[in-house]
C-alpha cells in the first residue's frame, strides 16, 4: 500500500482530494499524448492502478465508517436533529395548526365582522 502512496507522491494519510490532486499533476504529466520518453506509457499506467487502488480504500474505509455509526430515531432523512416540541419553530408550528386551544369549539374569532 505504501508504494501506491509514493507512487502518487503524497503520504498515507491523504484526504481524497489531496490524491485526486496529486494524480491529476502526474496523469497531465506523464500522459502519453504528452511526454514523449520510452517509459511513459508504463509510468502513467502504474499511477492510474495507484489511483484506483488508494481511492477504493479510501472509499471503502470512509464506507465502514459510515456503517458503524448509530442509527435511529434521532435524525431525519436529511440527517438533521429531530427536536419536535422542543425545536423553536414549534411554537409557530402550534399557532398555525391552533393546537393550543384544541378541544374548544369557540369559532368567534372566525366571524367577519364587516359582513
Given amino acids: ?6 507512487m502518487l ?16 499533476k ?10 514523449k520518453g520510452s517509459n511513459c506509457g508504463v509510468q502513467f499506467h ?5 489511483y484506483d487502488i488508494v481511492m477504493s480504500n479510501l472509499r471503502q474505509a470512509e464506507e465502514e465508517q459510515e456503517q458503524w455509526q448509530p442509527q435511529g430515531w434521532s435524525e431525519d432523512v436529511d440527517g438533521n436533529p429531530m427536536s419536535g416540541m422542543y425545536d423553536p419553530s414549534w411554537d409557530l408550528w402550534e399557532e398555525w395548526m391552533g393546537w393550543e386551544g384544541a378541544g374548544t369549539r369557540d369559532y368567534s374569532s372566525h366571524i367577519n365582522p364587516y359582513i
Fill in 1 to 6: 500500500m505504501a508504494d501506491h502512496y509514493r
Fill in 9 to 24: 507522491r503524497i503520504h498515507p494519510g491523504a484526504s481524497e482530494k489531496e490524491v485526486k490532486k496529486a494524480f491529476r
Fill in 46 to 50: 502504474r499511477i492510474n492502478e495507484a
Fill in 26 to 35: 502526474l496523469a497531465l504529466q506523464y500522459h502519453p499524448d504528452v511526454c
